[in-house]
């Protein structure tokens, strides 16, 4: 069994995180699959997945590890080059376990987009849930 | 046809690499299922999966690796914000696809289970075989 | 449902960068399947998948990158020690969703395989359509 929903999301600046993990537990409830799996997917190279826990403080270290990591500037790409490689190293998706039609995640993961262009934009999250 | 199982294992320390290959291949294996995927995922915000070779040098190679792009120190989030990073840069989780009920893997990629919490701790893993 | 193929790919040095996404495309409307998620696998312990845009600055701008946060040298395991913490950083695979027959992905994201290992190889990729 397969059931998909497009859901959309507007972020106003670089960097914001936004939390999804209730969107996606409805899509999940609404499609009655009860084991299986959800892969959330956004079709956009500028974006990421993350599944951490969405405290202030830990919010400014995952700023400080993505601008260690990849730095806004330095590339040869241009403006938002760091947008395209934050997107490429931690990926725009994420997959997890459905069990009695409940997503299965621990107490601190919370599963996060943050928005890695240079601004905000209307992004497009794709969600897959299979099983049975 | 969707299978799932619940594993737990025992970590000693931070950094501890547990091979799971062998686990992971017995539960496709009581699945039946012949083609598909499986996914294994941790539900903990500071646990790591991934798929490498297990040899002592290398090792101390990812040990490097961990510390150099997350450091134990200089965080705001407190004594585990290392944790947090590496669980969201690494990923708790890894799919692999099944052919003829074995589970498709290169000579050198053993699926390890990092632990990288600021000590040993009781994990789960939830497994999810899909296919037919 | 269940569709599987295995494609072969030949790289000539390390850091080359090949585009398989018509190949991948091409694999799923060969399956039929017209909603579900589509997993490409490479079976080598020194290979990446990414999903990026393939432009000739940002191809430099993704090599400066793998060498700032996994330098060729300075590793225990000797020669290709770079090669596998590559392959465990960014990942040998990737995962789709489908939509009405079609790979969903953004205008940007292109499906690069990138070698990663010290010279070209003969290269496995295991393709996974589920759905229905």
Redesign the interface.
Known sequence: ??F?KTLYIETEHTGEIIDLTHKIESVVQESKIK???V?V??????AVF????L?S??R???K??LD???PVEG????GN?YS??R???????K?????NGRV??????DLLFIEADISGRLRKI?V?V???
Request: glycine share 6%.
């Open positions: 069994m397969v998909t084991n299986g799996i892969h997917f956004a079709p956009h190279a500028t993350a599944l951490t826990e405290e403080n830990l400014e270290d995952i400080k590890l260690d990591i990849t590339w040869k790409h241009g080059a395209h490689l997107s490429m190293l931690l990926a725009p998706d997959t997890l376990p459905i069990r299965i995640r621990g107490t601190w993961q794709e897959t299979i099983g049975e």
